[in-house]
């Protein structure tokens, strides 16, 4: 099985699938795209490449786990959604004001869920605002083995939203 492990920077993809690294393949794109310089191009206004999708389709192994807040564009069997709470996402970010709004913001919207909803058959959500990295990891262990599933759409920031936005 292939597993996208998505989310907002902050969620607690990294860290978190790198604890399963000895018991799975895991893959983290971001890395992978800098070593292999897969990018279409520079966003100025961000700072920052911006990746070649189809560059990196051609490179995903056949099973395992790919990690990065876009692994759920690419041609997977089920993707896992980390989910965080706005004010903790803010704390974990170690980014430009502007950046960690924009993340915020994203968050608070939904806006990989959706994303990941509609480009995906088989999407889970973990909420990892009060977990620690073991218990996710577990989670997406679980998820990715079969043991257990995460419907999506338990995690509503819609009243942060309201009373921030």
Request: glycine fraction near 4%.
């Amino acid at each position: 099985m292939m597993l996208a492990v998505t989310g907002t920077p902050g969620t607690g993809k990294t860290s978190s699938t790198k604890l399963l690294e000895d018991e799975i393949e895991v893959l983290h794109l971001n890395e992978m795209a800098k070593r292999l310089e897969l990018f279409e191009g520079y966003d100025e206004d961000r700072n920052s490449w911006i990746v070649d999708i189809d560059k990196i389709r051609d490179k995903l192994p056949n099973k395992g786990i790919i990690e990065s807040h876009f692994s759920h564009l690419l041609p997977v069997d089920e993707v896992i959604v980390l989910r965080c709470h706005p004010n903790e996402l803010k704390k974990r970010l170690n980014s430009s004001k502007t950046e960690i709004k924009e993340n915020i913001e994203s968050e608070a919207l939904d806006y990989i869920l959706m994303e990941a909803i509609a480009k995906n058959n088989k999407v889970h959500e973990i909420d990892t605002t009060d977990k620690d990295l073991n218990e996710v990891s577990d989670l997406i262990k679980q998820i990715y083995e079969g043991k257990i599933e995460e419907e999506p759409g338990k995690v509503d920031w819609s009243e942060w939203l309201m009373e921030n936005g």
